[in-house]
Structures are given as structure tokens and as C-alpha cells.
């Protein structure tokens, strides 16, 4: 006989369509689950120079700073430094193919005799700086703020104040640098500048740190605990009130 075949499109099955899913735990043995991301920060072995650095910024919060050294925590604000790195760009030094394109075309104009008269540039270098700030020929000094070892620059402050020469202390002797075609400045002068900057120039010599120094001479730094002092200092305080 025939095989019949049987009629399965009417068929109610009590099956639900959708079956609940059922969760295993994982497991995240070797071979077995992908292992989740964890902040490993305090398990990895850094390099000898960042553990320093940074030792040595935790110890400059935790112990007195003098007074003469921690002014120079406190920088230019970012408006007044983007006006100042504009003003420096246009009075950035010639490169030396700059310098010699002057000259020689000085030279072909003029017959074979170079013009004297030198570009309007700012002057760098750490002794000619402090030269110009003692001739009193300087007429704005800008100081780098990451200066190693500080002792280079500490006492410039006191100097300028003492010759009556605008200060400012600014963050990055790389960016200093970067304006004088070097690595790294630990100081900028301002001799002259261009006729169409001279509004720039009031305004940023409004922003001189010279009023604000007997000020700043009589803050001292540091002494800033970690959380751990924190906590012992309101465990022992809780306990005092009881």
C-alpha cells in the first residue's frame, strides 16, 4: 500500500514559539571566556623616570614650598597666553636662510653694501636676558614656569621688579622654545616691537606680575595631604567630639 502522509498543518503544539533562554555563569578560566577589562594602573611596572616625576609631584604637595618657589605655580591664564604667543609669533627670529635672503638682497639693492638696520626680534638666552633686564633695556620678560633646575630663573622675578621691567611667568619653556627656532627657553626679552602692535603690546604689559608680587613673596605651597591623612584627621576629630 501507498504510504499516507500525514496532515501536520492543523497540529497545536503546546511548545512556545519563543523558548526563555537560559543563562549559564561564565566561565573565565584558562581557555574559557574572554577575561573583562580591568584598570590595571597600580599593577604595571612603569618606567624609573615616571615613578620619579611623579613621587617628586607628591612630595611638592605635601611638603612647605617657600614662597620664592611657588610663584611659580601660578602662570598666565590661557586668554591673555594666547595674546602673548601671538604677539611673540610676529617678532619670531629669522632662520638662517631668512637671514642670509635679507642680506643679500640688502646687498644687490644697495650696491654691495648691507643695510644695518637689524629686524624687530625677540631676545632669548639666559645671560643675554638677564643682561638687557640690568641695562634696563628690556621692556617685557617672559619666564618659563618648568624650568630644571628652578634655580636658573628664581631669582629673575626679583630682579625685574627690583629694575622696574613687566614680568610674566608662563607655562612651557618647549613652547618658549618653539618661538626662537629652539628645544626649550627659559626666558624671552622684549626689546621693541612693531609699530601696528603696540595696543598688544599695553595690553599685555597690563597683565605684569610686578603688583601682584609682594603678594605672591607671602604665599607659601604645599601642605596638601593625601585622602588617606584625610580620613585619619576625621576619624580622630569624630572621636575628639565624642
Known amino acids: 500500500m501507498p ?16 523558548a526563555a533562554r537560559v543563562t549559564k555563569p561564565r566561565n573565565f578560566g584558562i581557555g574559557n571566556a574572554i ?3 580591568r584598570d590595571l594602573t597600580r599593577f604595571v611596572r612603569w618606567p624609573k623616570y615616571v615613578r620619579l616625576q611623579r613621587q617628586r609631584r607628591v612630595l611638592m604637595k605635601r611638603l612647605k614650598v617657600p614662597p620664592a618657589v611657588n610663584q611659580f605655580n601660578t602662570t598666565l591664564d590661557k586668554n591673555s597666553t594666547h595674546t602673548l604667543f601671538e604677539f611673540l609669533n ?12 635679507r642680506l643679500l638682497n640688502a646687498a644687490a639693492s644697495e650696491g654691495g653694501e648691507v643695510e644695518g638696520t637689524k629686524p624687530t626680534v625677540v631676545k632669548f638666552g639666559l645671560k643675554h636676558v638677564t643682561a638687557l633686564i640690568e641695562q634696563r633695556k628690556a621692556k617685557l620678560v617672559v619666564i618659563a614656569h618648568d624650568v630644571d633646575p628652578l634655580e636658573l630663573v628664581i631669582w629673575m622675578p626679583t630682579l625685574c621688579v627690583k629694575m622696574g621691567i613687566p614680568y610674566v611667568i608662563v ?59 584625610y580620613c585619619r584627621e576625621q576619624r580622630l576629630k569624630k572621636l575628639a567630639d565624642e
Open 171 to 229: 607655562k612651557g619653556k618647549a613652547r618658549l622654545g618653539q618661538v626662537v627656532r629652539q628645544k626649550t627657553a627659559t626666558c624671552l626679552a622684549i626689546t621693541d616691537y612693531k609699530p601696528d602692535q603696540e595696543q598688544t603690546f599695553n595690553l599685555l604689559t597690563g597683565k605684569a606680575f610686578n603688583e601682584v608680587y609682594p603678594v605672591r613673596m607671602k604665599e607659601e605651597g604645599g601642605k596638601q595631604m593625601g585622602y588617606k591623612h
Open 35 to 37: 577575561q573583562p577589562k
Open 90 to 101: 610676529a617678532h619670531k627670529p629669522e632662520s638662517k636662510y631668512q637671514k642670509k635672503q
Open 3 to 18: 504510504s499516507q502522509k500525514k496532515n501536520t498543518k492543523n497540529v497545536v503544539t503546546n511548545t512556545p514559539k519563543y
